[in-house]
């Protein structure tokens, strides 16, 4: 089966600028989760979705990030404005979404460099 | 919020032999762990997982190792080969039957030929 598609791979931008990330979640998987991994640091979750609503946002900087998974499938995590400390790898992960124990499967990452 | 620890941030074994990375929690409500493996310019990549009914659970040249009363986790790699050199990650779920992982500060792997 396809992967988890995630795109740009990398991005470059000015402080205060904003950028989008987009991602493609596995076919079937309801459960969408977006991370921010920090250099050197485990990946911390930034917002889960399932379906096209919101289980979990409560580590999302609501001030300046932003989700939307409208249709429940592709999903986009906006930042504006970019601070410096936004600098990281974001990941977006699917699964099959029942409760309990489910193996994440992860995508290549959105590299974020803000200067 | 709870933790997810690791002992050692680096290790460094020879090929062949066996590695063993470890892992603290604090979490005593988690009943799900999930170590992935993440090589430079990479997503994670699901290595093995065991529930909080379980102590052990083998996989192909892995073993998961689950105490509860210490709340420790560890990875046991068989037979470590350069293509295991990578970052290895120990994560919990926030919460009983939660789907989403809360995950550790990793341990690099490096594999001496």
């Known amino acids: 089966e396809a992967g988890v598609a995630q795109s740009p791979r990398y991005k470059i931008i000015e402080k205060r600028q904003s950028v989008a990330f987009w991602c493609n979640p596995i076919?079937?998987?309801?459960?969408l989760y977006w991370y921010q991994q920090i250099l050197g640091q485990g990946p911390k979750l930034l917002i889960q979705f399932q379906n096209n609503g919101v289980v979990d946002d409560s580590q999302l900087p609501k001030d300046r990030f932003s989700a939307e998974r409208l249709k429940g499938v592709d999903s986009t995590l906006k930042i504006q404005p970019a601070k410096l400390e936004d600098s990281a790898v974001y990941l977006c992960?699917?699964?099959?979404?029942?409760?309990?124990?489910?193996?994440?499967?992860f995508g290549a990452g959105s590299r974020l460099t803000v200067l | 919020g709870e933790s997810v620890g690791l002992h050692l941030p680096t290790l460094s074994v020879q090929e062949g032999d066996n590695s063993i990375i470890n892992c603290a929690y604090s979490n005593s409500a988690s009943d799900y762990f999930i170590w992935y493996k993440q090589e430079s310019g990479k997503g994670p990549q699901f290595i093995i997982d065991i529930r909080s009914n379980m102590d052990k659970r083998q996989g192909q040249r892995v073993t998961v190792l689950l105490n509860k009363t210490v709340k420790h986790l560890s990875l046991q790699i068989a037979a470590t080969q350069p293509g295991d050199s990578a970052v290895y990650f120990c994560?919990?779920?926030?919460?009983?039957?939660?789907?989403?992982?809360?995950f550790g500060t990793g341990t690099r792997l490096t594999v001496i030929p």
């Open positions: 076919s079937g998987h309801a459960t």
């Open positions: 992960a699917s699964s099959l979404g029942a409760a309990g124990a489910n193996v994440l499967t």
């Open positions: 994560a919990e779920n926030s919460a009983p039957r939660a789907n989403n992982l809360f």
